[in-house]
């Protein structure tokens, strides 16, 4: 067979036509998913940028929120003071200690600073808590008795002063939250002064005046709902702002949203003097102090034309518990929003929440407010990438692969297939060529002898038993060549069925060979038996046994007469059964043949000028045999030179 024939070279360019295909296939695969993968993580990227834009935006919003409410809270008490007669300052004061939840001490003082309520000796127990904190800071600097602000216009001069270290989103802020206070302001002052109720009846001012402050309570809790409800407008509004906190560098946005330092011990940030309307205008103010490391914050009024300054001071833990309705209630997965103290402490908290990681933005609130409270927006790093696009493109490719590795594997093994039939076919055509060939010369010597006795052309009678010799032994030798093809084609077909019976194997090994002997010894062999005395038995199927053994005979008659021997024999196995063994002192067997002498169509040299004729299914069938009959035939080299061959039976 040529080295590549026809087929080959047919099969070869099928396996080019399928796989440079698929690799192309595969490729362009391999480059769209990752074209696919760097478009998600973009995605990715954008959709992180928009959702920390959205936490800043709605973090911005919730502290303008707190921060209109406890303006609101403030601007009321304070309106409510400076409203009320000097004569029922007391009373007021004493009432709201006992009724109003926001207000935890009241107090007042001369423009000096020395407090003239609560006195000392005839205080409560909170009043002796107000002047242990207040009496010294409030006499060591007196708010009230700092200059007035300068005069600017009357609606402006209601606006809180910021301090020079807040950010410019922050002033931004602070501006919208004192300029939403100065307009609520004037419409109740517009309200106040159109009222038909006689200010001389200090309940019904007073219930006017609670009314007024509850009313500007409930106003102030409006943009808290449109917090929860309308932040996606809102940040659409702020979106300028937003950039501002998400974009640029980390350290940026860091230096940005960092919160201002909470007030020092006895330390004090006032908020400026404010001025009404009118010819005779009230002084008023705010006061955080932060006392034994706790945050406590004061207001006072001095109306205009008295003497004396009035004020409370708000009860934190009141106000704290109303402010978690400014927090929102809708937003997106794995935000987390908290309103925290000067001490880092979490007060109210929405979403996820992790006091462990560090905030995504801090809102600080306004110093003159609450200084050192800051709102802190949290977003998972991550919480917002589209999800898997390592795992999408990790999915992606092993599916690709698995693709590409089918579609050559399966041409793997159709080429593989092809290659072996192509093999088969061309061992078929040997073996159709090689059994022509070896029905051939037994016929033709067949014919040949018959034709001379026929013509009696023989010289005398041992001449023509001589002749009758060699028309049998050649007939015997058709017979086996037609035994192994019928035998080959029941094995191939799965058709081949044993009739086992008990046998002596001894006994049937002895009148075997002395069948043979004579053809053996044709051959130039000597045949040595070693075959016990004793009975050997084992259930087999004697027809094939005895093919078996004959084509082991004729493999070493055919290969190694130059040995001089052969020698056939038999042993018991230890764990039951025997084996039979046909060994010779020919040249052997190659050792990468040695297991392709049991393939069928296999032969050392196939070649039909082959010295040894054969059509290679000898072997082949033997251990086929061997098989079916429960046992085993395997090749083994002989010590000394030469084959042996093993057939054990169960």
Known sequence: MNAVSPTSRRIFLYWLLLLVPTLVVG?????????????????????????????????????????????????GLLDALAAEPERGVDALLTRWEGANPLVRTGFRASVDGRLQRPEARTADENGRGFLRRFAAPLAERTPWSQPAAATAPAKLKRETTLSENESTPRQEASRNVALAQSARRDVQDLLRSSSSYASSAPAPAEARRIEGFADAARSA??????????????????????DAVVGGDAQARRSKLAPAPAAPAAAMVTSAVMAKEGSADDRRGWLPLSVDGRLHVIGWVQPAGTADVRGVELNLAALVSRLGGALPVEFSEGEGYALRDEQGRVLHQAGAVSTAAAPLVRVPLAVALLPGWEVAGYLPAGATKLGGGAGFFGLSMMLVAIFVTAILAGGSLLLRQARRSEDEAAQK???????????????????LYAELLEQDRVRDQAQGREYLRTIGRETQRLARLVNNVLD?????????KYARVTVDLGAELTRLLETHTPRVAEAGLVLRREIPDTPVTVATDRDALEQIVLNLIDNACKYAAEGGEVTVALATRPGGGATVRVADRGPGVPPEHRERIFEKFHRVDDALTAEKTGAGLGLSIARQLARG?????????????????VLELP
Not at 222 to 236: K, L
């Open 27 to 75: 490729g362009g695969a391999i480059f769209l998913l990752q074209r696919e993968r760097e478009r998600i993580a973009r995605q990715g990227e954008y959709a992180q940028e928009a959702s920390r834009a959205a936490v800043a935006t709605r973090a911005r919003l919730v502290g303008e929120t707190i921060e209109l409410i406890v303006g609101d809270v403030q601007a």
């Open 488 to 496: 080959f084609s029941r094995l191939e077909q799965g058709r081949k």
């Open 429 to 447: 055509t040997s073996f159709v060529g090689n059994v022509s060939h070896e029905f051939k010369t037994p016929l033709t010597t067949i014919r």
């Open 221 to 242: 809790n409006q943009p808290t709902a449109g917090v929860r409800n309308g932040v996606a407008s809102a940040g659409r509004s702020a979106a300028a702002e937003a």
């Open 629 to 645: 009959l429960g046992g085993e035939l395997r090749y083994a080299p002989r010590a000394g030179a030469g084959a042996e061959f």
